[in-house]
Structure formats: structure tokens, C-alpha cells
């Protein structure tokens, strides 16, 4: 059973539409990070929120981190081919000093 | 600034084979992970040093693993003998810290037992 749990598993889209990702846990985390993976890659990192009802933007991605600290959302406006990833969320817990990773939403934006 | 850098990019080798992968940490950072990532289990956290020493091995499958960083620009792992439930793309990443801190991923080694 995955610490973190995230949905979709897949999506695809068309280019243009919107898209949310969910990460979802019955614990409690200091921060939060999401990463994208594209094929043939490491993840590389895109953002990490720390506290409860933090929003971050990073162009057309917003990012949310819950009151609780138990969940977090990814959204994407306007989806472009270039967004097509494995997107993973990974979260701390206070004193742990590991991350971990849920399974991932494989994102495919179609042109 | 150059990442952190993993060799081999692809390993194909036969069951029963000793395996050896390595990793190049990015300059500073402190603390060097091994990861393995499969369809089935995702991305797993196999061990994690910091200054060199490993400090939680929690992840390690089994004995047939071990892990080695004699300095702070090096590290190894490797697989005797190795089998086909081993394959898996493991990924090397290393950062300034835990928890929030970013981690900085290699681009992998792709490992196929036969």
C-alpha cells in the first residue's frame, strides 16, 4: 500500500484542455514536492509546498497543498504536448527524514 | 553545473551475473539516494547516505545488495548474484538535505537480467 495515492493513474487529454492531478494520504506531511519524469529521465523536481492551504503557480501549473497537509492537487490550464509526463508527488512526515513517492499519473496531452 | 551522473546508461546481463552500478553525485550535496522504479512498485527508496556513511538501508531487497560511497563524489551498488525480478531502472539522486529538500536525479540505469 502506497503512503501516497495518487489519481488519476492515467490521463490524456487533448491539447488546450485543463487537467488536475490529485495526491492523497491519511498522513500528515511537513512539505510536499512534485516532480514530472519524462521517458528515458530522471524526475526533476517542480515544486515543494509546506504549509497547510499553500497555492503555488508556476506558469500554466498551479499547485495546492490541503489545509491538513494530508493531500495536494496539480492542475494544468491549457495543456500543451510539452506537459506529457509522469508526474509523481512525493511527501516527508515531520521526522522522517525520507520521501516518499506515489505511484504517478502518466500524463499524455494529444496535439 | 553538471547533474548528478549515473553509469551504465543500459546494463543486459545474464542471471547469476554480479551487477554494478554507479553514480556520480552533483558537487556539496551531502546526502546520496538509490532508488529503484518498476511498473509494479513505482519509485522505492533502496538506501541513503549522508557524508558517506549509509544511514537508513531499510530499503535493501535482500542480501544480494549491497551499497558503497568511499568518498563523497562516488558511490556503487551492486547486485551478486543478480536475477530477473531484478530488473528495474534505478535511479541515483542526491541533494542538500532530507524531507523538503529538492533531490537531483540521474538519469538512470536501465537493468535487464536475463
Known amino acids: 500500500t502506497q503512503l501516497l495515492e495518487q489519481s488519476p493513474q492515467f490521463l490524456s487529454i487533448q491539447e488546450g484542455e485543463n487537467l488536475t492531478v490529485y495526491c492523497n494520504s491519511s498522513?500528515?506531511?511537513?512539505?510536499l514536492q512534485w516532480y514530472r519524469q519524462e521517458p528515458g529521465e530522471g524526475p526533476v523536481l517542480l515544486v515543494t509546498v509546506v504549509t497547510g492551504g499553500e497555492v503555488k503557480k508556476l506558469k500554466r501549473l498551479t499547485f495546492q497543498f490541503g489545509d491538513a497537509r494530508k493531500d495536494s492537487s496539480l492542475h494544468i490550464t491549457a495543456a500543451q504536448p510539452g506537459d506529457t509526463g509522469l508526474y509523481l508527488c512525493?511527501?516527508?512526515?515531520?521526522?522522517?527524514?525520507?520521501?516518499?513517492f506515489g505511484a504517478g499519473t502518466t500524463v499524455t496531452v494529444r496535439a | 553545473d553538471a547533474g548528478v551522473i549515473q553509469s551504465p546508461r543500459h546494463e543486459v546481463t545474464e542471471m547469476g551475473q554480479e551487477v554494478t552500478l554507479r553514480c556520480k553525485p552533483i558537487s556539496g550535496h551531502d546526502y546520496l539516494f538509490w532508488y529503484r522504479q518498476t511498473m509494479m512498485r513505482g519509485l522505492e527508496l533502496l538506501i541513503y547516505?549522508?557524508?558517506?556513511?549509509?544511514?537508513?538501508d531499510s530499503g535493501m531487497p535482500e542480501d544480494r545488495f549491497s551499497a558503497k560511497m568511499p568518498n563523497a563524489s562516488f558511490s556503487t551498488l551492486k547486485i551478486q548474484p543478480s536475477e530477473p525480478r531484478d530488473s528495474a531502472v534505478y535511479f541515483c539522486?542526491?541533494?542538500?538535505?532530507?524531507?523538503?529538500?529538492?533531490?537531483?536525479f540521474g538519469d538512470g540505469t536501465r537493468l535487464s537480467i536475463l
Open positions: 547516505f549522508n557524508n558517506n556513511v549509509p544511514i537508513d
Open positions: 498522513s500528515v506531511f511537513s512539505s
Open positions: 539522486a542526491s541533494s542538500l538535505g532530507t524531507g523538503r529538500q529538492p533531490q537531483h
Open positions: 512525493a511527501g516527508a512526515r515531520s521526522g522522517d527524514y525520507k520521501l516518499s
